[in-house]
């Protein structure tokens, strides 16, 4: 059984920082790209980020590029992300999401599984 479970959300001033953690099991972890995708309050979906199999490639949403880092430890089968000068704009639920595909490089993805999701707040 697939699950993905995150952790490491919560309260945080805006210009603080923050480091999500994806636990994940019941799959070949090492094979497949891994992304975050978060929903803020009353709104859609928005992928944030994604890594590759191997974690030596990372792609990011414009909202969040040279702010977050995603990062990934195949040996423990888990996916982080720092936030770093979070806004308040960033406050969401994130999620944790395995795609479908294992290919790199495909402009969009077909996810899944998801996590439970994690709350994080910006504000002061």
């Known amino acids: 059984e697939v699950q993905l479970v995150e952790s490491g959300g919560g309260l945080v001033q805006p210009g603080g920082s923050l480091r999500l953690s994806c636990a994940a099991s019941?799959?070949?972890?090492?094979?497949?790209?891994m992304s975050w995708v978060r929903q803020a309050p009353g709104k859609g979906l928005e992928w944030v980020s994604i890594?590759?199999?191997?974690?030596?490639?990372?792609k990011y949403a414009d909202s969040v590029k040279a702010r977050f880092t995603l990062s990934r430890d195949n040996a423990k089968n888990t996916l982080y992300l720092q936030m770093n000068s979070l806004k308040p704009k960033d406050t969401a639920v994130y999620y944790c999401?395995?795609?479908?595909?294992?290919?790199?490089?495909?402009?969009?993805?077909?996810?899944?599984?998801w996590g439970q999701g994690t709350q994080v707040t910006v504000s002061s």
């Open positions: 999401t395995k795609p479908r595909e294992t290919d790199w490089g495909k402009s969009s993805y077909d996810y899944d599984y």
């Open positions: 019941g799959f070949t972890f090492s094979s497949y790209p």
């Open positions: 890594i590759n199999s191997g974690g030596g490639t990372t």
